[in-house]
């Protein structure tokens, strides 16, 4: 079946540290890719969008995340993580093709300890 | 611009009872969604409007109606509200064909005691 796959619930790193969130999708074609931020009490917040193209895409807030079409993933990178980025991190695909929903993972959380 | 608003953010309501959740854009988007939130789930879609004068079914709809008034404003109604639909819903846009991305609005919280 076709899914977005977030394993790990929640991670904990030290501020200043670098971080790493993964994402793995299960689509036939390479779909579209999405990283969104959601902190406490707030709506989601788009960080970044991968089409085609480079598949190292820069965002928001410092992050970026890389399409690795061999691993199905797409994961979402930092190299020094701020007290601010505390926060649940949300990975969403479209399909592609004449698909427009998007499919969201599960979510992991961001804890950041000083 | 405001982009997302939703109303209201909070609400309890008692089993059986009816409510309205109102979300609009001023983004001049296309399309429009209902999600809800709930712990270890990420979001779930309930119903989207693909455009002005349509409605779909999404993955969750059972329990909810929708109505597209106009291009801003997308509802979400709650007939007879049990405990189960207790959750955080969000709405969101997209602005049409081609373009993917979602932008989403504050969120409303619901208890159904």
């Known amino acids: 079946a076709q899914s977005v796959t977030q394993p790990d619930i929640h991670i904990t790193v030290s501020e200043g540290a670098s971080l790493e969130l993964r994402c793995n999708y299960s689509y036939g074609a390479t779909p579209y890719l999405f990283w969104y931020v959601q902190s406490p009490g707030q709506g989601l917040q788009l960080l970044l969008k991968y089409f085609s193209g480079d598949t190292l895409v820069q965002g928001i807030k410092g992050f970026e995340a890389e399409f690795k079409r061999s691993q199905s993933s797409f994961n979402l990178r930092k190299p020094s993580v701020h007290w601010s980025d505390a926060a649940e991190y949300f990975c969403a695909v479209v399909p592609g093709g004449t698909a427009s929903k998007l499919t969201f993972g599960t979510g992991t959380r961001l804890q950041v300890t000083l | 611009n405001a982009g997302v608003t939703q109303t209201p953010k909070f609400q309890v309501l008692k089993t059986g009872q009816s409510m309205t959740l109102q979300c609009a854009q001023d983004m001049n988007h296309n399309s429009m969604y209902w999600y809800r939130q709930d712990p270890g789930m990420g979001l779930r879609l309930i119903y989207y409007s693909a455009s002005e004068g349509t409605t779909d079914k999404g993955e969750v709809p059972n329990g909810y109606n929708v109505s597209r008034l106009n291009k801003r404003e997308f509802s979400l109604r709650l007939e007879s509200a049990a405990p189960s639909q207790t959750s955080v819903y969000f709405c969101?846009?997209?602005?049409?064909?081609?373009?993917?991305?979602?932008?989403f609005g504050p969120g409303t919280r619901l208890t159904v005691t």
């Open positions: 969101a846009s997209r602005a049409g064909t081609g373009i993917y991305e979602q932008y």
